[in-house]
Nanobody, 123 residues
Framework: QVQFVESGGGLVQPGGSLRLSCVASGTIFEIYNMGWYRQAPGKQRELVAV???????KFADSVKGRFSISRDNAKNTVYLQMNSLKPEDTAVYYCNALRTDYSGNYSPLYMYWGQGTQVTVSS
């Protein structure tokens, strides 16, 4: 059974940084594209960062230039480095493996989600 365990969230002031980690188990991690999602209160979950199996990356416009994503296949772990954090980055952050449709759009591969990690950006 696939399992995602996210960690690294916390309370940070605007302009600060956090590094999130997600450990995956029960799946052949290295063959999948992986993504970080976030969900703010009252909003839909959104995909903010993608890292493909080959290592190339893609970001939502809202985080481009501030966030980076990386992976360590040996540790079945994907990371999200968040810099220059803004209050609007406040959300619960989740990871999941990704499926890609013929148009190149991403969606979660698994219906199961981990518990997520809370990121709060506030002074």
């Amino acid at each position: 059974q696939v399992q995602f365990v996210e960690s690294g969230g916390g309370l940070v002031q605007p302009g600060g940084s956090l590094r999130l980690s997600c450990v995956a188990s029960g799946t052949i991690f290295e063959i999948y594209n992986m993504g970080w999602y976030r969900q703010a209160p009252g909003k839909q979950r959104e995909l903010v960062a993608v890292i493909r199996d080959g290592g190339s990356t893609k970001f939502a416009d809202s985080v481009k230039g501030r966030f980076s994503i990386s992976r360590d296949n040996a540790k079945n772990t994907v990371y999200l480095q968040m810099n220059s954090l803004k209050p609007e980055d406040t959300a619960v952050y989740y990871c999941n493996a990704l499926r890609t449709d013929y148009s190149g759009n991403y969606s979660p591969l698994y219906m199961y989600w981990g518990q997520g990690t809370q990121v709060t950006v506030s002074s």
